[in-house]
Nanobody, 124 residues
Framework: QVRLVESGGGLVQAGGSLRLSCVASGDTSKTFSMGWFRQAPGKEREFVAAIDWSGDPTYSSDSVKGRFAISIDSVSQTAYLQMSSLKPEDTAIYFC?????????????????WGQGTQVTVSL
């Protein structure tokens, strides 16, 4: 079993920055990649970014490219999402997830383990 715990969410003004963290514990050898997804009220869960435990390559959605950066520390088993130039439309619950080597990197169905989520709210 793999446990994921996110932190770092909060309220920020548009144009500001936040860094989310996701600490993985348990049998992480079952996982190959870590991803971040988000879900706004009334909307489906949306892919944000992903990274392999090796640190390379990284993937990100077009909506956050150039503003968000994903990174990973395999020693502390922590994945990070650095969010900059935040917009009100980035407001959502952000989830950390882990997947095996197979499956689409941007599909929630591929990910086997999920954190509880952390709220990010961007105000005008």
């Amino acid at each position: 079993q793999v446990r994921l715990v996110e932190s770092g969410g909060g309220l920020v003004q548009a144009g500001g920055s936040l860094r989310l963290s996701c600490v993985a514990s348990g049998d992480t050898s079952k996982t190959f990649s870590m991803g971040w997804f988000r879900q706004a009220p009334g909307k489906e869960r949306e892919f944000v970014a992903a990274i392999d435990w090796s640190g390379d390559p990284t993937y990100s959605s077009d909506s956050v490219k150039g503003r968000f950066a994903i990174s990973i520390d395999s020693v502390s088993q922590t994945a990070y999402l650095q969010m900059s130039s935040l917009k009100p439309e980035d407001t959502a619950i952000y989830f950390c997830a882990a997947k095996p080597f197979w499956g689409a990197i941007d599909s929630p169905a591929t990910y086997q383990y999920w954190g509880q989520g952390t709220q990010v709210t961007v105000s005008l």
